[in-house]
């Protein structure tokens, strides 16, 4: 029985690590409303989603340099089974693809999304 409950520890250990070690936002990214977010979809003009929380595309107004936007997951309340959605620009010089991670704000709109890896220390 103890090892049992032994073997039943490590595993518990290493699957919990293994799900905080993938990218994350720092918290002081989060404390600024910067929130880890899966993209859902890629779109032009015509993304439309009519179940987000908010639409960036009116906030950054017809001359906004942006030419594509993305339909952003993300969760809150601190409970990864709320999620709301949320239309937000994709930079012009960054590759995203639908099931990307990335961080988006949620307090400003006139953030455009940033990608989330190695490479981005900051999230």
């Known amino acids: 029985m103890p090892k049992l409950k ?3 520890v490590v595993i518990v250990a290493a699957v919990t690590t293994a799900c ?15 929130r880890r977010a899966q993209v859902m979809s890629i779109g ?3 993304l439309a989603v009519r179940s987000s929380k908010e639409d960036c595309r009116t906030a950054l107004g017809a001359d906004a340099s942006f030419m594509r936007f993305a339909v952003a997951s993300y969760s809150y309340g601190g409970n990864p089974n709320l999620r709301e959605k949320r239309i ?8 995203v693809n639908v099931g990307d ?3 988006v704000s949620i307090t400003d709109c ?8 190695t490479e981005s220390k900051g999230f």
């Open 101 to 103: 991670w990335v961080a």
């Open 88 to 95: 937000v620009a994709i930079p012009n010089d960054v590759d």
């Open 6 to 8: 032994m073997t039943l």
């Open 44 to 46: 032009k003009d015509q």
């Open 20 to 34: 905080a070690t993938g990218p994350q936002v720092s918290s002081d990214a989060y404390s600024q409303g910067w």
């Open 110 to 117: 006139r953030m455009a999304l940033k990608q989330l890896g």
